[in-house]
Nanobody
Framework: QVQLVESGGGLVQAGESLRLSCAAS?????MGWYRQAPGNQRELVAF???????NIADSVKGRFAISRNNAKNTVYLQMNSLKAEDTAVYYC?????????WGQGTQVTVSS
């Protein structure tokens, strides 16, 4: 069993930055961030392998970056130049032992 705990969400103005963190209770393989806005399906924002290879959604490419610290079992999402359309609940995702795990979500609200 793996627990994923997100932190770092909040309310910011357009153009500002936020960094989300997700701490896992033990080592996790691939980790990622998804988001879900009201009325929309959950969508992948970014993921990172244990070795550090990354994939970033086109909608946030150039503004968001994902990184991880394997010694701390933590993944980060650096979000710059935030836009109102980035407003959503952001969920941490991880895979371990062939199972998928989700965090509880953290709200990010960007005011224009």
């Amino acid at each position: 069993q793996v627990q994923l705990v997100e932190s770092g969400g909040g309310l910011v103005q357009a153009g500002e930055s936020l960094r989300l963190s997700c701490a896992a209770s033990r080592s996790v393989n691939n980790m990622g961030w998804y988001r879900q806005a009201p009325g929309n399906q959950r969508e992948l924002v970014a993921f990172i392998t244990f070795g550090g290879a990354t994939n970033i959604a086109d909608s946030v490419k150039g503004r968001f970056a994902i990184s991880r610290n394997n010694a701390k079992n933590t993944v980060y999402l650096q979000m710059n130049s935030l836009k109102a359309e980035d407003t959503a609940v952001y969920y941490c995702n991880g895979w371990a032992g062939g199972r998928e795990y989700w965090g509880q979500g953290t709200q990010v609200t960007v005011s224009s």
